[in-house]
């Protein structure tokens, strides 16, 4: 792992980088040293990132200039901002335009089609100048699929990206100062994935009764008679469906049975219809395609999961035999899924053919996936990760410690630490994962593990009572991160150790603040000493980052 991210070190670029968000009163002209990813406005509480020569610039200027929804302009853009999205300025003013599909140094026209306030939106008409670290997209769909936006910027330039962004956040949001001798050792280069495609072991797709074409592809629209679509929603809408035969992000048997699905579902005869979230009418809501391992072959083994909004096999039995005799396949589900919402997990499962799981190994051991259980959908850089976090955990290796494992999911990072420690305590919101974490500590045999069902973000006084005083602590939440009342308990726990997990790097950054600095509104102290900030590239061509962060008790 190391050699990987020494290598890599080259590609850090300078952290005198400024973002471009000012969001208190308007958007200011703010100088960029590299290409960056901005999280979402809301998620950082407005802070501001410029620098004092950008705010005098900005001064000299005057008013900003507010363009009219329709009007061309040209625009270059200086860096990507949440969900991919270029963030570009008026030359002349400096006033902020969000468009997308746009790469940073990327010069074109861009139409306004939406003003919000102190900030408008583009979208791109034409290319004057490519962005210089463009590369051709090796997927067709990649000029409209939603899903992997960056797929046309190089893999070395998003890594420079995602470290960078993790290095302001850190900077801005968790009040790091990188005037520190200490902060450069604390913060780490972002560790490569080695595979950038075909890394995916989950990817669910949506059938629809509105095909969805960009514009440059409607005279294929025209050539269709029907619109019926099985992809991936086009980007900002629910209702459409881009229409997808192959994703590069799932495995090789995965396309092979998604392009077998596509070419026999819409034959007449089969009578069967895709849901309308309109109208609410119509059988088939989504294809989900899962792939694991034989524990004996090593080969890949697939699990098919038809979402419907009701249970009848007799339609579903043609596509079964069909898939069913594609050798990677081994399951084949059915989850029923009768309300208007747009989820894929059901009310009732019911295995059409085969087993109700596949498998999976990770760290030596082995997990048992079902439809709907949560698995680390990189398997491969998941290794990476988990290495990661257990040498932040620095067990001493004699069965002494105790690990909290909060946010546990299926157990996979608690139980991986089992057999060096006395005892793992979990504890997760989600009733099927609970489950499955009970499920894949017996098949280890692993017994000093000890999950609980609960929802962190609601805990009580008397949460820690169950449990004896830990010696590390285990945080993997999702997005949002942690709720304040977990972290006043973590601060009134006082763990030795703290390795906090995260796939939101600026929530992550708010409560590494939290945790360290406390929260003086509030007067909370904060107790821990951050040693190291590790960024991992779990999904490449996509703005998602996850970090392993260590936290000491000062």
Not at 280 to 289: I, N, P, R, W, Y
Not at 300 to 325: A, D, G, H, R
Request: include cysteine; aromatic fraction near 10%; hydrophobic fraction near 35%.
């Amino acid at each position: 792992m190391s050699a990987a991210s020494n290598a890599l070190r080259h590609l850090t670029v300078a952290t005198t980088a400024r973002q471009p968000w000012l969001l208190k009163s308007r958007f200011t002209s703010c100088t960029f040293a590299c290409v960056s990813f901005t999280p979402n406005p809301q998620e950082i509480q407005q802070r501001i990132y410029c620098n004092d020569d950008d705010k005098k610039s900005e001064k000299n200027k005057g008013s900003s200039y507010f363009p009219k929804r329709g009007q061309e302009l040209e625009l270059v853009c200086e860096s990507l901002a949440f969900k991919g999205k270029g963030v570009c300025k008026v030359e002349e003013t400096g006033f902020v335009v969000m468009c997308d599909r746009v790469l940073p140094g990327e010069k074109f026209i861009g139409r306004v089609n939406r003003k919000k306030g102190n900030y408008a939106e583009a979208t791109k008409v034409k290319t004057i100048s490519p962005h210089w670290d463009s590369v051709d997209a090796p997927c067709e769909y990649a000029s409209y699929c939603g899903g992997c936006k960056t797929q046309n910027l190089s893999y070395e330039a998003q890594l420079r990206a995602k470290e960078q962004q993790v290095h302001d956040l850190v900077i801005h949001v968790g009040k790091f100062s990188n005037k520190d001798p200490e902060f450069f050792s604390i913060m780490k280069p972002i560790v490569p994935c080695d595979i950038q495609f075909h890394y995916r072991n989950k990817m669910e797709f949506s059938f629809g009764s509105k095909r969805w074409f960009p514009k440059e592809l409607l005279q294929e629209k025209r050539d269709h008679e029907e619109y019926y679509a099985l992809g991936l929603h086009a980007p900002g809408f629910f209702d459409k469906v881009l229409n997808v035969d192959k994703c590069l992000l799932q495995s090789g048997p995965a396309n092979v049975v998604l392009a077998a699905v596509q070419d026999y579902w819409r034959d007449p005869q089969l009578g069967l219809s895709p849901y309308d979230v309109h109208s609410h009418s119509g059988f088939l809501k989504h294809l989900m395609l899962r792939t694991g391992r034989d524990l004996k072959s090593g080969l890949p083994e697939l699990m098919v999961n038809f979402v419907t909004s009701s249970y009848q096999p007799e339609l579903l039995k043609p596509l079964v035999e069909k898939i069913s005799s594609i050798p990677e396949v081994v399951s084949i589900m059915n989850n029923v899924n009768t309300s208007v919402g747009n989820t894929s997990v059901g009310e009732e499962e019911h295995v059409l053919y085969g087993k109700s799981n596949i498998t999976e190994t990770l760290r030596g051991l082995t997990f048992q996936i079902s439809a709907n259980s949560f698995f680390q959908t990189n398997t491969r850089q998941a290794e990476v990760l988990y290495k990661l976090i257990e040498d932040c955990a620095g067990l001493r290796g004699d069965g002494s410690e105790i690990v909290l494992d909060l946010f546990c999911g299926t157990g996979t990072i608690g139980l991986t630490l089992a057999r060096t420690v006395r005892h793992v305590y979990g504890y997760e919101v989600v009733p099927q994962a609970i489950s499955d974490a009970h499920l894949n500590a017996k098949l280890n045999g692993i017994s000093n593990a000890t999950f609980v069902q609960g929802d962190l973000n609601k805990i009580g006084e008397n949460f820690g009572s169950t449990f004896p005083q830990p010696d590390i602590v285990i945080s993997d939440p999702n997005r949002p991160g942690m709720h304040l009342k977990l972290i006043k308990f973590l601060l009134k726990l006082k763990a030795p150790r703290i390795v906090y997990v995260s796939c939101n790097p600026a929530t992550c950054a708010r409560d590494l603040d939290y945790l360290c600095h406390g929260v003086a509104e509030q007067n909370i102290g904060g107790c821990y000493k951050l040693q190291s900030v590790q960024p991992v590239d779990m999904f490449p061509h996509t703005p998602h980052i996850e970090c392993v962060c260590l936290l000491e008790l000062s």
